[in-house]
C-alpha cells in the first residue's frame, strides 16, 4: 500500500470514528468519503477487498484486518469480529462483504477454524 493509498484510508477512517463517536448508524450505511483501494498490493488485502461496493463498512474492515495483522501479529480483532457477527446473528450483504467472503486470504486463518 502507498501513501496516497494510507493517506486516503485515514481520511475516511476519521470520517468512521466521527459517527462511531456521535452514535451513528454504520452497519448498513452507505459512505459518501471512501477511500483509494490500492491495486497491486499486497496480494491478500487485494484479493479480500469488494469492489463492487465500496461505499459500505466492509472494505473498512478488511482494511483494518490487513494493518492489525500487519502490526500487530497475533492479535485477536479478528476472532472478535467474528464472534460479534455471528453472536447477534448479523447480515452481513447490507455491510457490502461479498459472497463467500470467510474463504478469502484475510479472513481464512479465522473463519475456517474450528469453534
Not at 477512517?13 to 459512505?31: D, P, Q, V
Not at 502490526?71 to 463467500?100: A, C, N
Request: some cysteine.
Amino acid at each position: 500500500m502507498d501513501e496516497s493509498n494510507l493517506t486516503s484510508f485515514l481520511h475516511h477512517l476519521t470520517i468512521i470514528r466521527n459517527i462511531c463517536a456521535h452514535h451513528g448508524r454504520l452497519w448498513n450505511r452507505e459512505f459518501t468519503v471512501t477511500f483509494r483501494l490500492p491495486s497491486h498490493r499486497p496480494k491478500t488485502l487485494i484479493s479480500s477487498l469488494n469492489p463492487k461496493d465500496g461505499r459500505r463498512i466492509y472494505n473498512t474492515l478488511a482494511m483494518l484486518a490487513d494493518l492489525m495483522d500487519r502490526i500487530s501479529p497475533g492479535h485477536h480483532w479478528k476472532r472478535r469480529l467474528r464472534t460479534l457477527l455471528e453472536q447477534h446473528r448479523i447480515d452481513t450483504r447490507p455491510m457490502g462483504f461479498p459472497d463467500h467472503f470467510a474463504l478469502r486470504p484475510l479472513w481464512a486463518d479465522v473463519w475456517t477454524e474450528a469453534r
